[in-house]
């Protein structure tokens, strides 16, 4: 199992929170009710807001910020800070037990922490995705304070000349590794008793074959700056228009990646500081060699994402091939789950076995008969 479950189901204990894991509980084994003609009986898991495309960074494998320069030259408008509140209402209104947000970098909108608060105040599992270069000493003082979930940080190389080519930023490194200590120590700072709600601070890696060597040292690198976990992505070939079946083909250098993966293996026995679970790790080299996921993907059952203009997507990589079901407000979210066009969605995904995107395939490998496709 993913190493992440576990510890924010023990912070929620912690903090007296037996009712909402006994419910996330009861949740989990939703997705083990057959469909009704794709017709979930429960809303999401995971709940996914993509606050904004905008981003600071240009990474090589991500074409986001490209996208939020064309829809502002298009006049799409976000979402304001009430739209949004909406929305993470309608996600409470289903139940849901987990929101994560993500962008393009959603530091970059003014509101996301006033928006992290909303979400916490709502009893859902709140996490953000950053890279971590806006977060000065406030504002991490604040989402430490706050008692946020979790913090994961992208952090795609050892040293600064790799992760600043990967990321497009000269001096990204040096930034990055300075606000993950920042927050680990504010962390400790604020976890200070038993009953306390702690912060996990975690750093998420896309491997990739420039960063293949660098496993083991960017493990040393997260002990270092007190990370609570180091999780990896294997890399995908996300770009608008992209057929999701295209997004994990077969790559020519995919026998330097099963070294990487036998690697990763070893340090998942050898070191508490790897996030990923042994079975996920299992599968990098079949991804890389463009075969199709061994297992059933639940996503459309068990997520919900929507972006900054209010389009919904069954799974983070529709969202990022810019593939939408839908458009709705914050207050037609709940109804819009539960729609004919989200369950036709569902109908149509049944088959697919794209990705590998983690959060989605960790999440499929907690249920029976998870070894194998149907």
């Given at each position: 199992m993913?190493?992440?479950y576990?510890?924010?189901i023990r912070?929620?204990?912690r903090?007296?929170?037996?009712a909402?894991v006994?419910?996330a509980?009861?949740?989990v ?6 469909l ?8 999401p898991i995971l ?7 905008a981003?600071?960074?240009r990474c090589?494998?991500?074409e986001l910020?490209?996208r ?5 030259r298009?006049g799409w ?11 993470l ?8 037990v987990g929101?994560g947000f ?9 509101d996301?922490?006033e928006l992290l608060e909303h979400s916490?105040s ?5 996490h953000?995705?950053?890279n971590?270069h806006l977060?000065?000493?406030?504002l991490?003082e604040r989402?430490?304070?706050?008692g ?7 952090l795609?190389g050892a040293?600064a000349?790799?992760h ?5 930023h000269p001096g990204?490194?040096?930034?990055v590794?300075?606000r993950i200590a920042?927050l680990?120590?504010?962390r400790?700072?604020?976890a200070?008793s ?5 912060t ?7 491997l990739t074959p ?5 496993v ?12 609570d976990?180091l ?7 996300y770009?608008?228009?992209t057929a999701?079946?295209g997004?994990?083909?077969a790559?020519?250098w995919?026998?330097?990646m099963v070294?990487?993966?036998e690697?990763?293996l ?5 070191r508490?500081?790897?996030e990923?679970?042994?079975?996920y790790?299992?599968?990098?080299p079949?991804?890389?060699a ?5 297992i059933r993907c639940?996503a459309?059952?068990t997520s ?5 203009y209010?389009?919904?997507f069954p799974c983070?990589?529709l969202?990022?091939?810019d593939?939408?079901?839908?458009r ?8 819009f ?10 109908r149509?995904?049944a088959s697919?076995r ?5 959060c ?8 029976p008969?998870?070894?194998k496709?149907?």
């Amino acid at each position: 199992m993913r190493r992440q479950y576990g510890d924010l189901i023990r912070s929620r204990l912690r903090a007296g929170g037996l009712a909402r894991v006994v419910d996330a509980g009861v949740k989990v084994l939703g997705p083990l009710v057959p469909l009704r003609n794709g017709h979930a009986e429960t809303g999401p898991i995971l709940g996914t807001v993509i606050l904004s495309y905008a981003c600071n960074y240009r990474c090589g494998f991500c074409e986001l910020p490209q996208r939020s320069i064309r829809r502002r030259r298009e006049g799409w408008t976000e979402f304001d800070t009430a739209g949004w509140k909406e929305v993470l209402d309608g996600f409470a209104a289903l139940r849901t037990v987990g929101v994560g947000f993500t962008g393009g970098e959603p530091f970059l909108r003014k509101d996301c922490a006033e928006l992290l608060e909303h979400s916490l105040s709502l009893g859902m599992v709140t996490h953000v995705n950053t890279n971590s270069h806006l977060l000065d000493d406030a504002l991490v003082e604040r989402l430490v304070a706050m008692g946020l979930d979790s913090v994961n940080v992208s952090l795609d190389g050892a040293d600064a000349a790799t992760h600043d080519r990967l990321r497009g930023h000269p001096g990204s490194f040096d930034r990055v590794t300075d606000r993950i200590a920042a927050l680990a120590r504010a962390r400790d700072r604020h976890a200070t008793s038993p009953a306390s709600k702690r912060t996990r601070v975690a750093i998420t890696s896309v491997l990739t074959p420039d960063n293949a060597s660098q496993v083991e040292a960017l493990a040393d690198l997260a002990e270092r700056l007190g990370a609570d976990s180091l999780g990896f992505i294997p890399m995908h070939e996300y770009a608008a228009g992209t057929a999701l079946g295209g997004v994990a083909p077969a790559r020519p250098w995919a026998e330097t990646m099963v070294r990487a993966s036998e690697t990763l293996l070893r340090l998942k026995h050898e070191r508490a500081i790897i996030e990923n679970s042994e079975s996920y790790i299992g599968m990098f080299p079949s991804c890389f060699a463009g075969r199709p996921l061994p297992i059933r993907c639940r996503a459309p059952e068990t997520s919900l994402a929507i972006d900054c203009y209010g389009r919904v997507f069954p799974c983070v990589p529709l969202s990022e091939v810019d593939t939408p079901i839908g458009r709705v407000t914050g207050t037609g979210l709940a109804s819009f789950w539960k729609s004919e066009t989200y369950a036709a969605s569902r109908r149509s995904l049944a088959s697919c076995r794209a990705c590998y995107w983690n959060c989605h395939t960790e999440m499929n490998l907690l249920w029976p008969g998870a070894g194998k496709a149907p």
